[in-house]
């Protein structure tokens, strides 16, 4: 018995492992239940008197010196893990797949850019709103009916704030603290309580300008909006159609000839080779009257294009649903866009 007790001592000084399975098994065969040391000790009683002493410290030995082993061999193999979890800094990156800039944002600056060039800045304000601004300072009086053309999304405890409809309200608060004349932008996100779908959503982006200054016509407008579109379209044949707007008298959509060259050509503009892209017009006397600039004095025009909507355009995108997906191969599609 005690020949076999020092045969498995070198066993166990031999053994040597940097598999956390194989250290396992090690142990399960010298300490575990059914393991050797156990076996030994059921054979104690056998053992006559006079090797009992013997064999005691031999089976103990045994037990230290396999404990020993898995200990130093767990102590091993946790030092090489730490070491190969520590960050090698010489080693190369992953390189990491970009995207790149958002279409709206893309489309956002051009704009801002083209009109940066005939001494238009920029103007911010509230996404959150209070009603004079978005709507009465608008010639859009309570219980007037045109409030209806856009449906508004109010905070429930205070009726009298609501989340903008559009970028003109950012347009009065300039007007409140400037005097004309001025030539502004206000890009930014409006809201508007409608369903989302391939064509709309209910959170969108506009950019709006205005001009006021001293006989400002709607010839100046007209010059302005064939400007804007030959510069962003490449195509500067546009027409203006009759239309309605509260703050603006008189007001027009804004079409642009986009042509009739290709399939697709026909169902964007439904055969006509029209588009429309914004609405414009002359700003009301009543409007420059609630922010005490003199209508008789001064004139001046505004205009909003929808961004969302040129960028449908100008890259063909189907569904504007697919802008706030944030899918990456989406955006990769725009890197070489970035000289737009």
């Known amino acids: 018995m005690i020949d076999s007790i020092e045969k498995y001592i070198q066993q166990i000084e031999a053994f040597a492992s940097k598999d956390a399975k194989e250290i396992e098994e090690f142990r399960i065969q010298f300490l575990g239940k059914k393991g050797v040391f156990n076996q030994i000790m059921e054979g104690f009683k056998s053992v006559p008197p006079e090797q009992k002493k013997e064999f005691g410290q031999k089976a103990n030995t045994l037990k230290n010196k396999a404990q020993e082993k898995i200990d130093q061999l767990k102590a091993q193999l946790d030092s090489n893990k730490e070491s190969a979890s520590q960050e090698d800094f010489t080693k190369s990156g992953i390189p990491l797949e970009s995207g790149s800039m958002h279409p709206i944002a893309l489309v956002r600056d051009k704009i801002i850019e083209i009109f940066s060039r005939i ?67 206000s890009p930014g996100r409006v809201f508007r309580n409608e369903d989302i779908s391939a064509r709309s959503h209910c959170m969108f982006h506009q950019i709006e300008g205005l001009y006021v200054a001293e006989n400002v016509s709607f010839a100046d407008l007209k010059q302005t909006l064939q400007y804007f579109t030959t510069e962003l379209f490449g195509k500067s044949k546009i027409r203006l159609r009759p239309s309605y707007f509260p703050f603006t008298e008189p007001s027009a959509e804004i079409d642009v000839y986009w042509g009739l060259e290709t399939p697709t050509d026909y169902k964007m503009t439904k055969g006509t080779g029209w588009l429309e892209i914004g609405g414009c017009g002359m700003i009301d006397p009543n409007v420059l009257s609630n922010v005490n600039i003199d209508p008789d004095v001064y004139s001046g025009f505004a205009f909003g294009v929808g961004v969302e909507r040129i960028a449908l355009l100008l890259y063909q995108i189907g569904d504007i649903r697919m802008y706030f997906e944030n899918d990456q191969r989406f955006l990769a599609q725009f890197a070489k866009e970035l000289n737009l």
């Open 119 to 185: 001494g238009f800045g920029l103007s911010d304000g509230p996404e959150i709103e209070d009603d004079w601004h978005n709507f009465t300072a608008l010639n859009l009086p309570e219980f007037h009916p045109a409030r209806d053309m856009q449906d508004t999304f109010f905070v429930e405890q205070n009726p009298d704030i609501l989340l903008r409809t559009h970028t003109s309200s950012v347009q009065i608060r300039y007007m409140e603290n400037h005097q004309p004349p001025f030539r502004i932008l």
